[in-house]
């Protein structure tokens, strides 16, 4: 892991007034403005600089995959996605392994709107997630979550033979 | 017993300790880490010490840390970023003339675009010469066509292409796996969330491994530890269950079958399944502890002000206010297909804040002036947004609550070194218009 740098000679710590990001800390993370150079060197600067890159702006498709935005505790999630999975990656962009704060995700709704039909769609797929994979519906994590690994299942009775049924 | 693992090996560092076959695997606990897949093991030691080149394809912004991941784990590789389709030739033409054990030892890793822009032969890249795809017409590169219809002429020797997110193919018709199909190696697909929604995402999915597509496929993408007449009942199944389980009266008998669809697939998930992709959660069991999480859901209202920007004529016909759209609704919102949800999401963005036509295609180097608009029929339609974007972030509600939440950010404490540093935020949206708004926090605080 790359070192983090030292404080800048000179730098005044931030107080904990409201402290607002300039144009330059926010970085924008779009299909067509963004090379894969270019992405790299944003989450780099993300991650391994403490007074750059700020606020990450991006699509469920360039930025919820593949990338450890852990140095971010606060999430927004300005629109739903279609894909439960979609979410889901989403939020553990900074929830996930190497996170040691508390994380806060906002989800963010339109009322009357196609947001509360994904958002119903999600959730029916998350409930089919659930049934096929024992993926809890949503990432709420209790002591009691993590546990030992069960034995494996005996898996040889699972494909019965009596359903020839054609559709 | 509570399993804290400082570091996971990682699902690269696995796969490749494990398939290249080059090198005796170190990290023996891996058994401990996944009990789950004995059979992913075995399919994968049916592929070891294969001579010849390995692809592989991540997502773009990975593909740098994905390179780095492989050589970490295994140095004696040579890996290859190819950052655009001009690399993955330059990487390809490299190798001609190449000892097999010296091509064997190498790794072309590049993003799944690059892959498919310059073996699906688009046009941008037909200069090239002695590329191994070639097609008689000049396809453009919105097509599929491209990758149906040229023919693969590669004369390395291939080991594997390994797909990394493979819950991206969607579909066994997508242009990667036409591609794919072409070529006369094993095909991995890894991936930590297989079942996106619905069982159609499913059958799209291993629909790949189906009988009837078997035909496309030089190589037989399915592999010993999973059946074929297996996969096949499931397909029956899941299809029988996805065409009446939205009928009233078959609700009991359907969700009987359900029961015993995803019995057996989670059963197929469980053996293919290579390795789960995040450190945290195997078959929702916890591997490592993580802070707390909270999720906060902000609902906003629809403002009279959505309602007046979505039905101005200026924005054109295809925006309609949300609740007209809702109203004109003939089909119950459980049973609508695809497309129709596209067609209503371009209808009713409106009504989720933002209109949907404000997004960064349409704007050149991530402008928000109208005059920066790409000069498209489309943008033609839409620049009006950006040079109403004052109006659009004064109605939307979503706005100002970002807007809000933005100003209202302090700053927060590096754990290891103590060092304070102003709080940092990702934001996952569609629509530049929102880093506007950031940049209004900032000049409202100057």
Redesign the interface.
């Known amino acids: 892991m790359v070192p983090i740098p030292p404080v800048p000679e000179g730098y005044a710590a931030p107080q904990c007034a409201p402290h607002s990001p300039n144009r330059e800390q926010v970085k924008l993370v779009y299909s067509t403005n963004a090379t894969m150079r270019t992405r790299e060197q944003i989450m780099s600067l993300f991650s391994h600089n403490l007074f750059e890159a700020r606020i990450i702006v991006g699509t469920y498709g360039t930025i919820a995959e593949s990338y450890n935005l852990t140095r971010a505790a606060k999430a927004v999630l300005f629109q739903p996605d279609w894909l439960t999975f979609g979410e889901m990656q989403a939020k553990a962009r900074i929830w996930r392994c190497g996170q040691r704060r508390n994380v806060k995700i906002y989800r963010l709704l339109t009322a009357d709107s196609v947001d509360i039909i994904m958002a119903e769609r999600q959730a029916q797929g998350a409930q089919f997630n659930q049934a096929v994979l024992g993926i809890p519906s949503d990432f709420a994590e209790t002591d009691e979550d993590v546990t030992e690994f069960s034995e494996p299942r005996v898996y040889h009775e699972m494909f019965p033979a009596d359903d020839t049924d054609e559709i | ?3 804290h693992r400082q570091r ?1 090996p990682g699902k690269h560092r696995s796969a490749l300790n494990h398939l290249c076959g080059l090198e005796e695997q170190k990290d023996c606990n891996d058994n ?1 880490l996944y ?2 897949c ?1 059979c992913g093991r075995e399919l994968i030691a049916q592929h070891r010490g294969r001579e010849g080149l390995t692809f592989f394809l ?9 390179a780095r991941e492989i050589k970490e784990a295994s140095s004696y590789l040579v890996v290859e970023i190819a ?1 655009t389709p001009p690399a993955v030739h330059t990487s390809i033409e490299s190798l001609k003339g190449k000892s097999r054990e010296e091509i064997a030892r190498t790794v072309i890793v590049c ?1 799944k675009s690059c892959f498919i822009c310059y073996f699906s032969n688009k046009r941008q890249y037909r200069f090239l010469k002695d590329k191994p795809s070639s097609c008689a017409a000049d396809i453009p590169s919105s097509s599929h066509e491209g990758a149906n219809n040229s023919t693969l002429d590669i004369t390395l020797a291939m080991a594997r292409v390994i797909v990394d ?1 493979a ?1 991206t193919v969607r579909d066994s018709s997508s242009e990667l796996l036409c591609l794919l199909a072409k070529f006369p190696c094993p095909v991995w697909f890894i991936t930590g ?7 159609h995402d ?1 059958l799209g999915f291993i629909g790949v491994w189906e009988q009837s597509n078997r035909g496309k496929y030089l190589h037989d993408p399915a592999t010993e530890g999973c ?1 074929q007449e ?1 996969l096949k ?1 499931i397909c ?2 899941l ?2 269950w996805s ?1 009446f389980g939205g009928e009233e009266p078959q609700l009991d008998q359907c969700n009987q079958e ?3 669809v ?6 197929v ?3 293919t399944m290579i390795i789960r992709t ?25 403002t009279d002000g959505d309602s007046r920007l979505a039905c101005d004529k200026e924005f054109g016909a295809a925006v309609e206010d ?2 007209a759209v ?1 109203n004109n609704i003939e089909f119950p ?2 049973d ?1 297909e695809k497309d129709q ?1 596209v067609g ?2 371009q209808k ?2 409106i ?4 209109p949907l036509l404000q997004c ?2 349409y ?1 050149m ?2 402008s928000l002036n109208a005059e920066d608009c790409n000069p498209t029929e489309i943008a033609d339609n839409t620049c009006h947004f950006a040079s109403r974007l004052d109006e659009i972030v004064a109605s939307s ?2 706005l100002k ?2 807007r809000g ?8 404490r ?4 103590g ?14 218009v ?2 506007y708004v ?2 209004l ?2 000049d ?2 100057l």
């Not at chain 2, 991540?58 to 994905?66: F, I």
């Not at chain 2, 969330?193 to 069982?199: F, H, V």
């Not at chain 2, 802070?291 to 906060?296: G, T």
């Not at chain 2, 009504?351 to 933002?354: H, L, P």
Request: proline share 8%; with cysteine.
């Open positions: 017993m509570e399993l996971h401990a009990p789950q004995p991540a997502p773009p912004g990975n593909v740098g840390g994905l950052a993003a997110e819950h969330s297989a079942t996106n929604l619905t069982p499913i059946r297996d009942q029956r199944k299809r029988k065409q359900l029961e015993c995803v019995q057996d697939y989670s059963a998930c469980r053996k995040t450190g945290t959660s195997i078959w929702g069991k916890r591997l490592i502890k993580l802070p707390l999480s909270e999720h906060f859901e902000v609902r906003c209202d629809f949300v609740r809702f919102v459980g609508i949800y209503l999401l009713s963005r009504g989720a804040s933002i960064d295609p704007f180097e991530m509600n979503k609550w970002l939440f933005v100003s209202e950010l302090g700053t927060d590096d754990p290891d070194t060092y304070e540093y102003p709080e940092k935020l990702v934001v996952f949206a569609a629509f530049p929102v880093a950031i940049w926090v900032h409202s605080q």
